[in-house]
């Protein structure tokens, strides 16, 4: 292999975010990537970057968890984030994007790039060089044999994605245009429903007919809590998504000046408001149940189903085993995993921890110590939970103030706490970049 040549596997939101940290500090870069020549059963587009669960990034607010990772990742000077902000469409306080216009950025970016050289084909063979193996929770058949064959075996989860419907075929007089609690504009269209609509829809809901899953033991597949299937959150009682997704709290129909009993919220998922995404409404129902039991919610009667929800296996290193904080294997410190595979969570965390693979990648091929970011930061934090998580049962973990250790003062309001947190990571990042000379850009 020619001097300073990398590859990084996966042209997915790690993958991306790590050739691009490895192309800018000065390394040529081979990004495999399968699609077109293969795409996984979640993936349907031929560009970088691809969103295939939400169009939502999550909040954005620094004194979020959320929010003070998107800050933590724009101080490497993050492509995905710069991409996000040029492709926002309006979500109340939460970042989210055109998806398309999203992953066109991207791969406009990547492809642009002078020190990155794009290979469109399926990797069946793991790399022996310096590599960064991006390849996803989807990993294909071929590669993920030869990761389990190497690294005895992984675990595995079931993922799901929400139905897209088209805003002309909602009825617009039966839903209304609202933020909850009015923060920010009026960016959600929200589908109120009485008491007596809910119940029936819940009942519905729960005897629905769902599609196959394959793969796993007779007591069922094992889902993300996260991302649960609609229909697997409303069998724990009839009101387990009146507080969940379907909370009405902090809306207010203007039709009869009261709260609605349940609500459904639709968010944009382009700039033309032509297409809305079922917040929260992840199944895996087949797809005439689908039609059927959402048409029961009064502004979805006649609604045109652009993609249905669909669920997908997702595959995770036994990463406390294996990895390094710095996303590094053990026994080969060359060689990388970023993204989903490793147990994190999210499409921001993914992004993330190809970032830190990227960084510490260039670091290492340049004669430095890898880059060790505080246990403060939401990166740092996230880091050392996939690499030294200590319990018997590791599953995926995205963002969130519980993986930072405790303020030394305890501030009893919540988000001052939060503030206070956030604040604490970015001095602490900011300090710990300069010392190692890596330039921060906020």
Request: glycine share 8%; hydrophobic share 40%; proline share 6%.
């Amino acid at each position: 292999m020619e001097k300073n040549r990398v590859l990084v596997l996966g042209a997915g939101l790690a993958g991306c975010e790590a050739a691009w940290q490895l192309g800018n500090k000065g390394f040529s870069v081979t990004l495999w990537e399968q699609k077109p020549q293969r795409f996984s059963p979640a993936h349907h587009e031929e560009g970088f970057a691809e969103l295939v669960c939400s169009n939502s990034l999550k909040a954005e607010r620094p004194d979020s968890a959320a929010g003070l990772l998107k800050t933590e990742m724009q101080c490497f000077h993050s492509l995905l984030m710069d991409c996000a902000k040029k492709s926002r469409v309006p979500a109340g306080g939460a970042l989210a994007v055109d998806r398309e216009e999203f992953s066109r950025l991207a791969t406009k970016a990547i492809e642009a790039h002078p020190n990155i050289t794009v290979h469109r084909q399926e990797a069946c063979e793991l790399p022996d060089g310096p590599a960064i193996l991006a390849t996803g929770p989807l990993t294909s058949q071929a590669l993920a044999e030869k990761i389990e064959a190497r690294f005895g075996g992984a675990l595995s989860f079931f993922d799901a994605a929400a139905p897209i419907v088209t805003r002309e075929s909602i009825d617009m007089g039966s839903c209304f245009a609202a933020s909850r609690y009015e923060r920010g504009d009026s960016d959600y269209l929200n589908c109120p429903m009485n008491r007596e609509e809910y119940e029936a829809f819940w009942e519905e809901l729960t005897k629905a007919q769902r599609a196959p899953v394959h793969g796993f033991d007779r007591q069922g597949p094992k889902v993300y809590e996260g991302c649960m299937p609609i229909e697997v959150l409303a069998s724990r009682g009839r009101d387990a998504i009146r507080f969940g997704p379907m909370k009405p709290v902090g809306l207010i129909d203007p039709r009869t000046g009261r709260r609605p009993w349940a609500v459904l919220q639709l968010r944009a998922e382009n700039r033309e408001n032509t297409l809305y995404n079922l917040v929260g409404f992840q199944t895996n129902l087949k797809f005439p149940e689908q039609k059927r039991v959402f048409g029961m919610i009064p502004a979805l009667r006649e609604a045109e189903y652009m993609r249905y929800g669909v669920m997908h296996r997702n595959t995770f290193l036994d990463s406390p085993r294996l990895l390094s904080e710095d996303y590094s294997l053990r026994e080969a410190p060359l060689l990388f995993f970023a993204g989903q595979i490793t147990g994190v969570e999210g499409y921001m965390e993914s992004a993330s921890s190809g970032i830190l693979a990227g960084v510490n990648l260039a670091r290492k091929l340049s004669g430095k110590a890898p880059l060790s970011l505080p246990e403060t930061t939401m990166m740092g934090a996230l880091s050392r939970y996939v690499s030294g998580y200590s319990g018997k049962d590791f599953q995926p973990m995205g963002a969130n103030f519980g993986i930072l250790p405790p303020l030394a003062e305890k501030i009893r309001d919540k988000r001052e706490r939060y503030k206070a947190l956030s604040d604490r990571a970015l001095n602490d990042l900011r300090e710990t970049l300069e010392k190692e000379g890596e330039p921060c850009v906020l």
